[in-house]
């Protein structure tokens, strides 16, 4: 069964002050990592899709890398507006067409504080 | 702009009576699905559609319903069997053969 464990859970930072979210998984055979973003009340937004180890795509202050076992959301000097929920969900092998074995983390709640 | 509608964005349901969520998308998109999400865990998926007429169940179908007589058109209905319905749930469409799912902006539903 595929897993997903996010890392803290919450997170206060001071505005400025860079850090990395964690997202450790277990998956048989990894089709794609994904990264939302979820501000409350509101649905996920999609940020990145990484698709093998060693990956990195980047977004204004953000940067998400691939492991084979985990994969990281790094924030460069954040900014208030940059606080919300953070999710990180898994796509494996065993599924027919795509995303219907998609597997989420319960997230990781970052505020940022002027 | 193309996007995903999810309606009402909140609802309220008595005892014993089922209720209707709405989700509409202008993408084009083959694949639609439901999600629940609820404090302290992750997404759940409730049911999930890759064709018009055709669909499947999630983790946990148990006490839900949905059709897809139209691509564009994915509706969840929450049956009286659902014993503990309250919630916020999320309806959501990818291309058939990507691998990203996009978001609606989702639906409270409250027990009452």
């Known amino acids: 069964e595929d897993q997903v464990t996010q890392s803290p859970e919450a997170l206060r930072l001071q505005e400025g002050e860079s850090s990395s979210l964690n997202c450790s998984y277990t998956v048989s055979g990894l089709r794609g990592l994904f990264w939302y973003r979820q501000d409350p009340g509101k649905g996920p937004e999609f940020l990145f899709t990484?698709?093998?180890a060693g990956e990195e795509k980047e977004k204004e202050r953000l940067k998400a890398t691939l492991t084979k076992k985990e994969s990281f959301l790094h924030i460069t000097a954040p900014k208030p507006e940059d606080s919300a929920t953070y999710l990180c969900a898994v796509s494996g092998d065993i599924s027919n067409f795509g995303n219907e074995k998609l597997t989420f983390g319960t997230g990781t709640r970052l505020t940022i504080i002027p | 702009d193309g996007g995903i509608t999810q309606s009402p964005k909140y609802l309220f349901r008595k005892e014993g009576q089922n209720v209707t969520l709405s989700c509409e998308q202008n993408l084009n998109h083959d694949a639609m699905y439901w999600y629940r999400q609820d404090p302290g865990q992750g997404l759940r998926l409730i049911y999930y559609s890759q064709i018009v007429n055709d669909f499947q169940k999630g983790d946990i179908a148990e006490g839900y319903s949905v059709s897809r007589e139209k691509k564009e058109s994915f509706p969840l209905t929450v049956t009286s069997a659902q014993k503990n319905p309250t919630a916020f749930y999320l309806c959501a469409s990818s291309i058939l053969s990507g691998n990203t799912i996009y978001f609606g902006e989702g639906s409270w539903l409250t027990v009452v």
């Open positions: 990484l698709y093998s």
